[in-house]
């Protein structure tokens, strides 16, 4: 059974940084891209960031080139996020996912999801 959790959300200032974690079990980790897509109420889910299988690219949606970085440990099965500089605009849930197929920014064409973890930016 193929399992990804989130953990890490939590409350902070503007400003502030905060780290997003991701544990997947349950499918061979190291040869599935990764990414992070968050959802702010009553808006449509969105692309974050995603990292490549094979050769560690990343790749940003333009709100988070800059203050946000991917990353992954395929020894540990785990993703992160990195998260600096946060705005009030980044509140969301935020979802870690894997296996994507099509385009990536969308997240119709990623397979595997967690059930989300709530960061809120505020003073």
């Known amino acids: 059974q193929e399992q990804l959790v989130e953990s890490g959300g939590g409350l902070v200032q503007p400003g502030g940084s905060l780290r997003l974690s991701c544990a997947a079990s349950?499918?061979?980790?190291?040869?599935?891209?990764i990414g992070w897509f968050r959802q702010a109420p009553g808006k449509e889910r969105e692309f974050v960031a995603m990292?490549?299988?094979?050769?560690?690219?990343?790749r940003y949606a333009e709100s988070a080139k800059g203050r946000f970085t991917i990353a992954r440990n395929n020894a540990e099965n785990t993703a992160s996020l990195r998260m600096s500089s946060l705005k009030p605009e980044d509140t969301a849930v935020y979802y870690c996912?894997?296996?994507?197929?099509?385009?990536?920014?969308?997240?119709?064409?990623?397979?595997?999801w967690g059930q989300g973890t709530q960061v809120t930016v505020s003073s």
């Open positions: 996912a894997a296996y994507s197929t099509g385009r990536s920014d969308l997240p119709e064409a990623w397979h595997y």
């Open positions: 349950g499918f061979t980790f190291d040869y599935y891209t």
């Open positions: 990292m490549n299988w094979n050769d560690y690219v990343a």
